[in-house]
């Protein structure tokens, strides 16, 4: 299984993208943004389809380009409008689906491919892919980490970040643009439809154990990259696409998780009394 | 006490000159005055929606204004005065999944702790110990700061302001989420903390009764200072029913809403 070039790129990508997305996770549950990353990987199907019109084998970059351009009009909505922010994604989303579903329809002949972008394919993962993954993952998993601080005090008090010196809309704005970016690359191997849940279930499994910020931030790396490796490997041993299996290898622990903390606190119940 | 006009610019912690603020084309804030005397304890009460938090927020540098003029700590550019200003907010909206713990919130604050990440509990316990006594926050470190009492959180949000060792300390109406007896032990705190590191303290509230014990000058605002002075003075109905516009008698209620 590791001798193929391509499940060598596809277990590289899920090692790099895995854990980042479950970093990232972390601040996308506390933060309420788990429908926004949503609303970013459905943007991106109508990136995937401009990608097809324009005659593009690999739309990569389109894709990654629409799920910036849905995040900035998020954001300028927000900031701009009364509306509230779910009403602002239920818009975004599903315009930009239906900009693509319609671009798509228009296209000459049948397009298979669309099903590797919507459910994830171990071989959608171009050299190419892989080479704007590390770069990815060094630049915001950097970014991420030098400035934890600033994250946890923005997450937990925009105003107080801000008297403190955080500058909170430039972090912000630089937060959401590199969920886009990451979410976008992460389609490959989870798809449009299941690339949210490495945002969410990774975190949401690390919290029944964790007691605090840094065991939640460390546990949900783990079981991201477990999630993620594990996933891909099963996938290619039961010939299942990736997306479902990763995602299903992760709720997996997640139930593990919740026995786990469910057991853990009629222990110390049993102590108690 | 003369709080206000007798004191030269440089005794001034906060100074406030014809401020104006308005939403949507809705004036909030009609031309504000407001001058704080550094080593002060002041309170600043008015009704809800009298523009108070607004006001705080526009202390902060969080709210622009139409016209007028701030300065904080002696400086016109507010952002510069901020490392040397504590806030206490009302309340923090922290989702359950959140689960940052009291140390590592406290860490955030100090630039030798802010890579708690990477740091053994000691030595940031050890970094952070002299506040933590203080202010009686020890037992709670390990406690995730979403499952606080809204008292604790308090204590815990004031010994965070305290960390930055502030010159002074705007607190926003701190004990909206707090119950009666934990209130009293609250402005206790504030009274001590304001005695002992010689801060300048600006409370926003709606509690008369702590104004009355604790603050050595009262602003009533509603849109624009109704009327300012000692506890004694502002605390006559007269005074109170021009900034509450109702009629209430502070000596025998706590809260007017």
């Not at chain 1, 228009?106 to 892919?129: C, H, M, N, T, W």
């Not at chain 2, 802010?114 to 203080?134: A, Q």
């Amino acid at each position: 299984m590791f001798t193929e070039p391509f499940m060598q790129r596809a277990l590289l990508a899920a090692l790099l993208l895995a854990p980042l997305c479950a970093l990232l996770g972390v601040f996308v549950t506390a933060r309420r943004l788990a429908f926004f990353s949503d609303t970013i990987s459905h943007g991106a199907l109508a990136g995937v389809a401009l990608g097809f019109w324009w005659g593009l084998t690999d739309p990569t970059l389109p894709m990654v380009g629409f799920s910036l351009l849905v995040a900035v009009a998020v954001l300028w909505l927000k900031e701009n409008t009364e509306l509230l922010t779910d009403t602002i994604l239920a818009v975004v989303l599903s315009g930009s689906v239906s900009f693509g579903i319609i671009l798509l329809s228009l296209l000459k002949g049948y397009r298979g491919e669309i099903q590797r972008y919507l459910f994830g394919d171990i071989l959608a993962v171009s050299p190419q892919d892989v080479a704007w993954t590390i770069a990815l993952f060094v630049v915001v998993g950097v970014g991420i980490l030098t400035r934890l601080s600033s994250l946890a005090l923005l997450t937990a008090s925009e105003e107080m970040a801000h008297v403190c010196g955080v500058p909170v809309q430039r972090l912000n704005y630089l937060f959401v643009l590199t969920l886009a970016m990451v979410v976008a690359m992460s389609i490959h191997l989870l798809g449009i439809i299941l690339v949210t849940s490495l945002l969410v279930i990774p975190p949401a499994a690390a919290r029944t154990l964790s007691r605090n910020f840094r065991q939640h931030i460390t546990l949900s790396v783990l079981v991201g990259l477990v999630g993620g490796l594990g996933g891909i490997m099963l996938s290619y041993q039961i010939d299942a696409p990736c997306g479902p299996t990763i995602v299903l290898t992760c709720i997996a622990m997640f139930l593990l998780s919740l026995a786990a903390g469910w057991l853990r606190s009629r222990r110390n119940a049993a102590q108690a009394s | 006490m003369p709080a206000s006009h007798s004191h030269s610019p440089a005794d001034l912690a906060v100074e406030v000159r014809d401020v104006r603020v308005s939403f949507d084309g809705q004036p909030v804030l009609r031309g504000v005055d407001l001058h704080i005397p550094r080593g002060q304890l002041v309170a600043l009460i008015g009704p809800n929606g009298s523009g108070k938090t607004t006001l705080l927020r526009c202390l902060l540098g969080l709210q622009r204004v139409d016209t007028g003029e701030i300065k904080l700590l002696g400086e016109s550019d507010v952002r510069a005065a901020l490392p040397r200003v504590g806030y206490v907010p009302q309340r923090l909206a922290l989702e359950r999944s959140f689960v940052l713990s009291v140390r590592e919130f406290l860490s955030l604050r100090l630039r030798r702790t802010r890579h708690w990440f990477w740091r053994p509990h000691r030595v940031i316990d050890r970094i952070l110990s002299e506040t933590l006594v203080e202010i009686g926050v020890e037992p709670m470190l390990d406690r995730p700061l979403a499952q606080l009492s809204g008292g604790q959180l308090q204590r815990v949000l004031i010994a965070f302001s305290l960390l930055g060792k502030p010159e002074l300390l705007l607190l926003d109406e701190p004990t909206a989420g707090v119950d009666t007896p934990g209130e009293q032990t609250f402005y206790e705190l504030i009274g001590e903390i304001h005695r002992r590191h010689q801060l300048t303290v600006l409370l926003v509230s709606h509690d008369l009764s702590m104004v009355y014990r604790h603050a050595s000058w009262v602003y009533a605002l509603n849109g624009v200072i109704c009327c300012e002075g000692s506890p004694e003075q502002v605390m006559n109905t007269e005074s109170l029913k021009a900034a509450y516009g109702i009629h209430v008698s502070p000596y025998h209620h706590h809260h007017v809403h």
